[in-house]
């Protein structure tokens, strides 16, 4: 079982390492760090943003284990309160922090939702079994995993908009290759003790939306991620989340890695899976 939590554990930071360097998160998870995290990389500030992502969450992880150890049968009796109707009403705070997240072109951010949502509904109905949008097509019928969906639109977006640069400058390749060296070679500077602690309001954000969602089964890292990332900008506009700062990074990190503990309360309490990862 340790190994188990150890990969678990390991693979929620490990996304934010493609998210912040190439703008594909390695997983769900880490969606919500692509938005700081890679402008901060194509400020010159990868291996801040790296470091802010790891930094953060071994904070919040734990964090989130301590406050499990203390805390354990409350949460676990907490958790059984929230039903499907409480879970539904988080799930509508988090498609309408969207307007935070959209910034300017709230139109986008909702026409994105209003896809989201109908991209959800394909598949077979689990209480009545009957198909839902899947257009005749048997391949349908199971939905659309979530994993394969986000990586595949960060990633076909990325390698649209590195096709434009390569029609526009020959040396591309280098480039890249440039940048990454620089990132992994120490060149870039790092994060300062000083640095880290400017973040402990976003860690703090992120500590207590990953610890409330993840005790709650069936909704997971990439909703308390995305909660924590748009209740830090929310809260903390002077700190202007979202153009590329360490704070995004921080916010959205500690809220997906704080969950990795809570998220085990009602799998170990009742056999309940706090998320798909921990069923």
Request: glycine share 14%.
């Amino acid at each position: 079982m340790g190994l188990v939590i150890g990969l678990y554990k390991g693979a929620l930071f490990g996304g934010s390492i493609s998210a912040i360097s190439f703008a594909t998160p390695g997983a769900p998870d880490s969606a919500a760090t692509v938005f700081d995290g890679y402008r901060m990389t194509q400020k010159g500030q990868g291996r801040k943003a790296l470091l802010t992502s790891l930094y953060s969450s071994v904070t919040a992880d734990t964090l989130s284990d301590v406050l499990v150890i203390l805390i354990a049968p409350m949460m676990a009796l907490a958790a059984l309160q929230f039903g499907p109707a409480e879970r539904t009403w988080l799930m509508v705070v988090a498609i309408a922090l969207l307007g935070a997240l959209s910034g300017k072109h709230i139109a986008k951010g909702l026409l994105a939702a209003a896809i989201g949502l109908y991209i959800g509904t394909m598949g077979t109905d689990p209480i009545g079994g009957a198909s839902r949008n899947t257009f005749g097509l048997a391949w349908l019928r199971d939905g659309i995993s979530l994993v394969p969906l986000i990586i595949g639109l960060f990633a076909m977006s990325r390698m649209l908009e590195q096709g434009v640069e390569l029609l526009h400058e020959s040396r591309l390749g280098t480039r890249v290759e440039r940048k990454m060296h620089d990132l992994f070679s120490g060149k870039q500077d790092g994060l300062t003790f000083r640095e880290y602690l400017s973040n402990w309001r976003e860690m703090g954000i992120g500590l207590g939306v990953g610890s409330f969602v993840g005790m709650l089964p069936g909704l997971g890292a990439t909703v308390a991620s995305f909660l924590a990332y748009g209740i830090a900008k929310r809260l903390l506009p002077h700190k202007k989340i979202g153009t590329g700062v360490m704070g995004g990074v921080a916010a959205a990190e500690a809220g997906n890695n704080a969950t990795a503990g809570p998220t085990l309360v009602p799998l170990l309490a009742f056999g309940i899976p706090g998320s798909a990862t921990a069923a």
